[in-house]
């Protein structure tokens, strides 16, 4: 069914009014999945214009794309696409930056603690001495992350654990928006064996003294990139400070598509969304700008990788997981984060006279208003 626009805004206008508790019935639910399908194929022709431009494009195992130099791909992406997982180590519940695009926004003061003396890896709360015991029995994975909120808030609480895993061979990173870091503890974390460091260089609109500790963490842990949503924000700052940034040697760039939750999805109200495979909602300018950073990037021959970790990486990291974890054939844990998917924030792309669908039919009998009821 290639419903209309003027169709498919009529009736997402009913859905965004309905109660809450009220489902829809399979014929609604048709034409929900048809608007959406609609809008992905728009989406998708826009991008792939913008892929051909590119002319050294390239894939990691047709898992996701990237231009510039392979050898600086990060080793926690490949872990993530190729390897078994990429598991998560959890400690800090705090974080000094409040940031619309983040996925706790408005919760930041209600994050649960770990526990006093406690991490959490895979789900489970470990002691610090319970690492040793975890190793002896697990089989080991292919890298972890330090995630969750902002590590250099407690910094010095990492690096006896850094340490275990680095003795382990196993390959870790690490996430921060680098306020809180000095050439102190960046220089402790290198030597505990921290392989790989990403700052979040859009929390901070690229401020001068984050862009100068990705300069200082390049000189003691191996591999420095930066990791941030893509917005139109960011991609601004970052075109004004382009050759500071580039002046750091930092080895990558992960433009992550920006997907939404319930927390920070009406930060973004009124901008044009779709949904990647009935799973994630993204603004469609994020997957755009990544894109045309990756076609700067290539013209100017930037000695770095320029990585597009977009919806399609994440459904690609679901599926290797998921094989690695040895479930059933097509199994992943790619989804949509919504319990309800919240029609409203459809209604301004079924509204833009500037966003066109390609091709369009008239709704079959059984479709149109009054005869759903019948």
Known sequence: ?????????????????????????????????????????????????????????RTLENRTYFVGNKDKFPKGCRSCLLGNGLGAIIKTNKCNLDCKFCYNYGQLEDMPPVGEGL?????????????????????????????????????????????????????????????????????????????????????????????????????????????TPMTPEFFESFLKK???????????????????????????????????????????????LTLKLMKIAEEENWDLVVHDCSNYTKFARGLNLGSKEGKWFGASNYSCEFSRIPYDVFLPILQDDNFKFLSEEELPYGYRPGELFF
């Open 242 to 288: 382009k050759q500071a940034i580039l002046d750091t040697k930092l080895d990558f760039i992960n433009c992550a598509e920006l997907h939404l939750n319930e927390n920070n999805i009406y930060n973004y109200y009124g901008e044009n969304m779709y949904i990647s495979r009935g799973g994630y909602i993204s603004p469609i300018w994020s997957r755009e």
């Open 1 to 57: 069914m290639k419903i209309s626009k003027k169709d498919a805004l009529m009736w997402f206008e009913f859905f965004a009014q309905l109660p809450e508790d009220e489902e829809l019935s399979p014929k609604q639910e048709e034409i929900v999945y048809a608007t959406f399908a609609q809008i992905e194929t728009v989406v998708e022709h826009r991008n792939s214009m913008l892929m051909s431009q590119i002319k050294n494009l």
């Open 119 to 227: 991490w959490e890896i895979g789900g489970t709360k470990f002691y610090e001495r319970d690492i040793d015991l975890l190793l002896s029995i697990q089989n080991k994975p292919t890298g972890v992350a330090y995630v969750y909120l902002e590590p250099f808030m407690e910094i010095e609480k990492y690096y006896s654990v850094i340490k275990k895993f680095s003795e382990a061979k196993i390959h870790q990173h690490m996430y921060t928006n680098g306020t809180l870091a000095t050439e102190e503890t960046l220089k402790a974390l290198g030597e505990a064996g921290l392989n790989e460091i990403r700052f979040n260089l859009g929390a901070t609109n690229c401020s001068d003294k984050v862009i100068e500790n990705i300069g200082i963490a390049k000189q003691y842990i191996e591999r420095v990139g930066i990791e």
